[in-house]
């Protein structure tokens, strides 16, 4: 039983290791096109990533220094507006009503 025990527990093991390896990054390519293997400059080069993908390429403080109306910004984008019955729905209190 203890031998089987052992064995299965090492089969586990190497199925977890492998599925770990698959899942970290050993190599990465940075901006200036080195390529690094060193685990705290891939973090910081992923965290920088996803800081610059999710921010704004445009300073708020630039378009009010140019006076730019919010309404050139958004020109050629095609925005979807509520009718005035989807507002006025929008717009009433939420109530609960429960279902028998």
Known sequence: ???TRRKTN??????????YEKKVIREL???NDEI??????I????????????TSK????QISQQNIPFENFIEGFNIPQL?????????????YKAEL
């Open 36 to 41: 690094t293997s060193n685990p705290t400059l």
């Open 43 to 54: 973090n910081k080069e992923i965290e920088s990533f996803y800081c610059n993908m999710y």
């Open 1 to 3: 039983m203890d031998r």
């Open 10 to 19: 090492k089969i586990f093991f190497q199925l977890e290791k492998s599925h």
């Open 83 to 95: 009718s005035k019955e989807e507002q006025e729905h929008l717009d009433q209190d939420l109530t």
């Open 29 to 31: 390519k940075l901006e």
């Open 58 to 61: 445009i300073d708020e403080t």
